[in-house]
Nanobody
Framework: VQLQASGGGLVQAGGSLRLSCAAS????????MAWFRQAPGKEREFIAV????????YYRDSVRGRFTISRDNAKNTAYLQMNSLKPEDTAVYYC????????????WGQGTQVTVSS
């Protein structure tokens, strides 16, 4: 499956952004979809995952309550709604996919930059 992330940009602290991840090439509904991020000088970290039809979602503690992951299987697209953004959310955000039942994410998008100014 090929992934294309978009929606990043520059926003002030407290603002919102919605990231999109468009998928193509395989049956989208067979894949768990996730978001990761990597800040300068730091390791890539998990943000959130949404399982198959969307009934189960898991979040990193630092974003729970501020970020919402969702998916539209009819549009082959996953989303990350980010509210109450903080400067420490500044990073390159990546979407990723894994086939249901697998542990590793084998498919990655190209990343989209999110910059939150104070």
């Amino acid at each position: 499956v090929q992934l294309q992330a978009s929606g990043g940009g520059l926003v002030q602290a407290g603002g919102s952004l919605r990231l999109s991840c468009a998928a193509s090439g395989r049956t989208f509904s067979n894949y768990d979809m996730a978001w990761f991020r990597q800040a300068p000088g730091k390791e890539r970290e998990f943000i959130a995952v949404i399982i198959l039809t969307g009934t189960k979602k898991y979040y990193r503690d630092s974003v729970r309550g501020r970020f919402t992951i969702s998916r539209d299987n009819a549009k082959n697209t996953a989303y990350l709604q980010m509210n109450s953004l903080k400067p420490e959310d500044t990073a390159v955000y990546y979407c990723a996919a894994r086939q249901s039942g697998e542990i590793q994410y084998n498919y990655w998008g190209q990343g989209t930059q999110v910059t939150v100014s104070s």
